[in-house]
């Protein structure tokens, strides 16, 4: 544990040598991590193909709530537009599902109901897509809320809490032959999973 602290306060102060060495741009950008949970609430699906097995084509459509804790970590740059609102950019790793997991391309905008070197509450929202098989994209967005602490004049912690959907075009399984429909058999296969999203970020 101590030396996670040594840690942390090490690069806290290369970083802040490096604010205060460089220029107006550098002072502005600020990388970072992000970590946390996403519970999730509930997953909508609409696939249409032709199981070959029976010879007819297949509706399946509906809800689940399948509760299932997923996690994940992002890393990027944020640079301040101003001295209450910001945009970010982010990619990490992430669950979405049970057994399903990305690597998202993430923009957001943050604004801040006070200036960003005094602890206060914030509003958020992400908009991004992430590359699928096949080179096609799920596409993803997430709004909440959050609360920052000012750690110095350029570094911070932030705590938030969002409601996230992901739209994406998975493989569709046969229960019947126990496999994956063929690609060329699929005409639908949309599907949407909602979760909540608790994280964590230190920024510099």
């Known amino acids: 544990m101590k030396k996670t602290h040594a840690y942390i306060i090490a690069i806290l102060l290369c970083c802040q040598a490096l604010h205060a060495g460089g220029g107006s741009f550098l002072q502005r950008l600020h990388p970072g991590v992000e970590w946390g949970f996403s ?107 959050g609360y920052l602490i000012s750690l110095t004049p350029h570094s911070s912690i932030t705590f938030r809490i969002g409601g996230r959907v992901v739209y994406d075009r998975p493989d569709v399984w046969d229960p019947i032959e126990e496999e994956y429909i063929s690609t060329r058999n699929i005409k639908r296969n949309d599907a949407w999973y909602y979760a909540l999203n608790l994280g964590i970020g230190l920024y510099f």
């Open 39 to 145: 519970p999730s609430l509930a997953n909508y699906h609409h696939y249409n193909y032709l199981d070959e097995s029976i010879g007819y084509r297949i509706n399946d459509e509906g809800w689940t709530y399948p509760y299932h804790l997923n996690a994940f970590i992002l890393a990027g740059v944020t640079v301040d537009l101003s001295s209450r609102l910001d945009l970010s950019v982010l990619s990490g790793y992430q669950g979405v599902d049970i057994n399903r997991r990305t690597v998202p391309l993430l923009w957001r905008a943050s604004y801040f109901f006070c200036e960003k070197d005094r602890d206060g509450f914030l509003l958020f929202g992400d908009a991004g897509v992430f590359l699928r098989k096949r080179q096609k994209y799920g596409r993803q967005l997430e709004a909440g809320a």
